[in-house]
């Protein structure tokens, strides 16, 4: 098995430790012998503390692995095998905008959903379209684990654009996966199929020992048993009747659509008090940095574990893994739906539990959805494509169509007012807008 | 050809004495015998007012029909050839009911969109069903015209649960049609396709002497000058770059999905000084009862004008005498899909352009929509048909299912209230989910 | 309203003159001004010959028109405003040989169906693209009116790979139309709806005075009394339950489908004894022609109703009449499905009934086909797609994919004999395969 | 492990050694308890030569299982926990006079496909409907692994028509499955997925080492090497460009559709030469009990794989230990189709590869099908729809219904001769019918 070369894109991300964890203990899975860190200037300082964090931790696994650090995108992708992708375009900063704008607007503000995912993702998609080129050139035959965000439309936007092998990843499955092992007594013998659009899934059957555990974990929940929720959204309680009436669990992040009340209104108190989520994590990253530092830890701190995104390089490191040695496990990751999710279409990326084998996912068949989510479904995936292709050409109106299908979105006025906010304030991250 | 005999549901009215001109003026067309006015007891009064103008209208005219009032609906229908349907569950009140509590929950207060829409098919649907099945064993020929709103949800609650032919009208797509009219330099030589569900309509096509004059209608409303407003709807004006865009002209009522915070800030003003619609409707009825009282009118008041829902009964006049006399014209009516707008259930009903036959309305095929207006029609049509159900079994978590779909509803523990509210307020007339 | 130019493709058919009748039974509805012919040189002698009988009977109806034959089809249809196609490529000599290489391979030989139906549509539609490619110069305004066989194929390629306005025609439903009349007893007054794809269509619904007729239009045909049959179709009985089973009146081509076995004993025994259809109609074709040659003969002789083909001409008056009057009338004909016919693409031609405007044909909508017709006829769709690429590419592959789908092709060695066979003899003419 | 009961209906086949020593194969992961051999009075003999080898070979393995052998099915089934369906319908008599009608009447005659699929089908589905039936109440948490022909609709009948867990096997994917690992080179690493219907399936994708080594495998088969083919089908060469065109690799029951002449005539030949199969396969099977009733011989006997079903047996034991021992690898079985393939319905059997779990398989999603083919697939599935509710009712118009849409079976009056000759034939097997 030849030895292989890792490319990390945003490296300076206080992830970092978790992936380089992860990839130490798949060391006899995964024979690793360079691993390239990416970043642009602004991250030049957090990557060179990562990168020292990173060497120390290899040094003491007792592993002979060249660490690389670097502004050259290019020089990382020549020749990689297993590309990771985790910039966050804009950075933090960004990303309390996008808060602060919405909620200025009157509307939920969040990475991923609402006007904040459209900006997100407008900011996005020409960088990824753009590494995604590079590596046509450079490492045609390396496989992308995306895990920035918005995760299924930038997996999507490659997919559509350009030859890469993309799959895209979240966390959000694997916590549910983990949860639900709780909730079955720590058993993990089980297969949990997922299925919908990135932070828009549904766990469709929950399959152990020849019996769909699906009510009994729904039971489970209702009891106030949830632990399926990451760290990074707002603590809520199901009602009862969602869950039985849907007769699937929802993931954490439908309670934006579910509970769009509560959830405005507890952000509306966060915004007036400790501020938003970002600006949150933002001041844990600075803490976490303070201690990545330290010259003797040579090992992921367990403050890491604080920040929503844990697992996230957890599920990289296993896909990578599955991928390179055809392990044929399930795993919950986003590629091209190929008519496993009926009523969408076949060239969009979808989120569905897929056998991963050496040549990629394999999603495996999803029954049909109820009616009524099956039609949110495809508004959200109608959104999403209309958003790749406003982020693409900055053509307004079709902003303004991907907008006024969200759910999360007011529509008039104050929209138009909101989406020029958002275009002034990401002036040079959305320049196909100008 | 046999004379015949109309029943007036609801006949206690404002609008009827247009349905009794139109009527008169149609004569020729249909040799009326008698005409049947029903109302329940809360109605006496005013039908009575109603059914004495009528007689001096049709006496003024030479005509000689006997026009009778009765509390008995059975009777009336008693070999009926045509029933119009226009009463309103609750009356008045129960609008302005529907419109202040969707406002006291901040969210858009309508009679037949968002909240108030559910709730008045909630009320209205049983007892539309109750009508139609006493037709079923009474009168099982006749047609039933229904222009008691939500047209479109109990036009499709009835065709689904009954056995009667049932044609929903509207005056929304009439208006329409008189406004394109206007702007062609009054000529109405011209087909105008629309497709949609009720309140939820687009022009797709203005065929004139071979040509799509479509882009034309929309640059003269985009110029300024939009005819095609029914007066109930608070005046708007497009943004140019939505007509440019969907390349279809939306009916007025879908302001409330592409112009939400608009039309809310309006309502709520509206709300605060003069009062809701309903309310203003309230006052200007009572001004029109007084008109309709005086013994030397015979004929229809000017007044009647001012009411949003001018041109219902010119509508369901013309319809009647369309299907009477086999006039295969094209008019624009609720009917069964049966497919003519791909992507919704062939036994929903849908509004779009037919040709009218003594058989009924033959829908025209409707090309396909764009993806995205395709995703709203279907997540409108979910709505309703979850509605519907809801108001048939009383079922609160399907009532749940409707109302998280619709666009101008929020989510969360403020649309359990809500639908508390709805049901208590509404107590008498949704009893199902007691 | 301006004068027209009229312009006849294929103008030495012997069914002209039926077309010059048509002409001059709508004078007040038809303005006519110039009538042009247009032929090929094998066809010259026989234009001749209807120029003649063409001038003489429109003088004898009094009528000024200007009559001009040409070889020189752009002098034709520069300024055109309606375009008849109804030419044969390859002239009847090329029916038969299709019929007679069918045949010695053991399928139905036929000039529309099975192996000859592809032969057909092969040898014509590189043709009628040649022609609208013409008109897209020299009269891009001009209605193509096409009957030319196979006339739904032959339409789709046009709609698809052209900007012309094409309506393909088919004396089938208006043979339909006639026997329903017949067995409805005379009266005219009700809608027969069909549906389907050329030489493929079955009537859905046949509404009069409100009621559907259809079961009792059944029960006349199968009762023995079967007027539905065009005369180059030979006579056969439907069985019963096929009828009764459908709960669909098929149109008398679908024979070819449902009793597959019955018409190819048939035509062999016609082969073997008074020759193949083609060969009759050779033989009709020059008595015809003897008697178009009389100087004294100035109207369409009764002998040409013995051609299978009356009312096409018929039909393609009534056509241009609807169009140029915005009649909005029912007819039957071959248009862009847009969705009329659910289970069938979007751009595909079908044959349906529709309203005829000024605009061109609106169809109306079509209810689902059962499911097992619906396979049917997307087979035969496919197979009509697949032939016209093969028609255009000359690709091999794309017409072993086409024939292998046809119900009347059997497939393996014999068929890639009997395709090399086709292509062998149609050298000329299907130039693209070689 | 609880040690398991496990049935085998028609038990007298001569393939059941094959399927005992499959068991004895995996004792380690099959705990076997009692076999249980069931079979009619008909075969009451054979199975008892059966039996006695059974014993002898699982002495000889050192197994201690008790083999009992019962007419009394409904005692077998008692609290079974895997039941093999392996019967036919009216023995091999039946088969040959399938083959020898249709031969008669000029069709294809094969116990699978066109009209000898038809009227194997309407004998079985009845027997098999009655076994699940008897399983609900005597084991209703059994597995019912079907391999009695028609494979497909037999368990689509099953899993439509009750509640039990039925799963279709067939061998024609084993053997490409061993054909592709011999022209792979003798790996047996790789993931072949197939899609269809049993007996009609392709090779979508053959993966290795992440790449699609379709069209590799292609090129070996039109290169003369062509291992995939079962015995019980006459050896064919694929002409080179349905392969190169279809890009996916047809099973070989395919050749009966595209290569429809050549396989009619060999099977002519045949039936006036040797035999037809059927009767080929009665005399071998006959030699087979000679040689099974030697009470020397104590395991399966070389002869076996002589027979067309070789594998039939290893895959049913294969799929038991799957599905006891929660295995997850990729097996092509008979499911339910769940959206798998897309244009089939929902409830309907398709064959597919598929993850085999404790709890039954769950299907690969299958990409989208080319048009052609999809449109083949459809039909074939309207085909066995109606085959199975004829099957059921005895309806002569669904048989009807059923058998026009079959490309191997011709129409009209030969069709109803065809028909009535096999119910005729199989008075007492198809009761339904009279």
Redesign the interface.
């Known amino acids: 098995m030849s030895e292989l070369k890792v490319v990390i894109i945003g490296a300076g991300s206080s992830y970092t430790p978790e992936l380089i964890e992860g990839l130490i203990n798949r060391t006899a899975e995964l024979p690793l012998r360079e691993l390239w860190m990416v970043d642009i200037e602004d991250g030049r300082e957090k990557m060179a503390i990562i990168a020292n964090l990173a060497r120390r931790m290899l040094k003491k696994a007792g592993l002979d692995v060249s660490v690389h650090e670097t502004l050259d995108r290019r020089a990382a992708l020549t020749g990689a095998d297993y590309v990771c992708s985790q910039f966050r375009a804009g950075c933090l900063d960004a990303r309390i905008s996008d808060e602060r704008i919405a909620l200025k607007f009157?509307m939920i503000g969040q990475e991923t959903n609402g006007l904040g995912g459209f900006a997100n993702a407008c900011r996005t998609i020409p960088i990824a379209l753009e590494i995604a080129r590079e590596m046509e050139t450079l490492c045609p035959d390396a496989w992308l684990l995306n895990f920035t965000n918005p995760s299924g439309m930038v997996t999507e936007a490659i997919l559509r654009h350009t030859t890469i092998k993309a799959v895209g990843l979240c966390n959000v499955p694997v916590i549910m996966q983990k949860g639900v092992t709780k909730l079955l007594g720590g058993s993990s013998?089980f297969?949990m199929?997922v299925a919908g659009l990135n932070h828009f899934i549904f766990a469709r059957q929950i399959?152990q020992?020849?019996?769909?555990k699906l009510d009994d974990v729904i039971d489970e929940i209702i009891a106030g048993n949830d632990p399926l929720v990451p760290r990074n959204i707002p603590p809520f309680t199901w009602?009862a009747?969602?869950l039985?009436?849907l007769r699937m669990i929802p993931c954490a992040y439908l309670r934006y659509?579910?509970?769009?009340?509560?959830?405005l209104k507890q952000e509306i108190g966060e915004a007036n008090g400790e501020g938003t989520r970002g600006e949150v994590v933002k001041a844990l990253e600075h803490e976490l940095f303070e201690i990545y530092k330290n010259p003797e830890l040579a090992e992921k701190p367990q403050a890491l574990e604080g920040r929503g995104g844990q697992y996230y390089s957890e599920a990289a490191c296993e896909l990578m893994s599955a991928i390179h040695n055809?392990k044929?496990i399930?795993m919950h990751v986003n590629t091209r739906n190929?008519?496993?999710i009926?009523g969408l279409p076949?060239d969009c990326a979808v989120e569905?539990s897929s056998?991963i084998?050496?040549?990629?996912p394999?999603?495996?068949?999803?029954?049909?959805f109820p009616?009524?989510t099956l039609?949110?479904l495809?508004?959200m995936k109608?959104f999403e494509q209309?958003t790749i292709e406003a982020a693409i050409t900055g053509n307004?109106?079709t902003a303004?169509?991907a907008l006024?299908?969200n759910?999360l979105i007011?529509?008039?006025?104050?929209?138009?007012q909101a989406l020029e906010a958002v275009i002034e304030e990401n002036k040079e991250l959305m320049s196909a807008f100008h």
């Open positions: 009157g013998d297969i199929q399959l020992n020849g019996m769909d009602p009747h969602v039985k009436g659509y579910y509970m769009k009340d509560d959830i055809d044929r399930i190929n008519g496993a009926n076949d569905v056998v084998t050496r040549s990629g394999l999603p495996l068949n999803v029954a049909a009616e009524d039609r949110l495809q508004l109608s209309l307004r109106h303004w169509r006024v299908l759910p007011t529509s008039g006025t104050l929209l138009e």
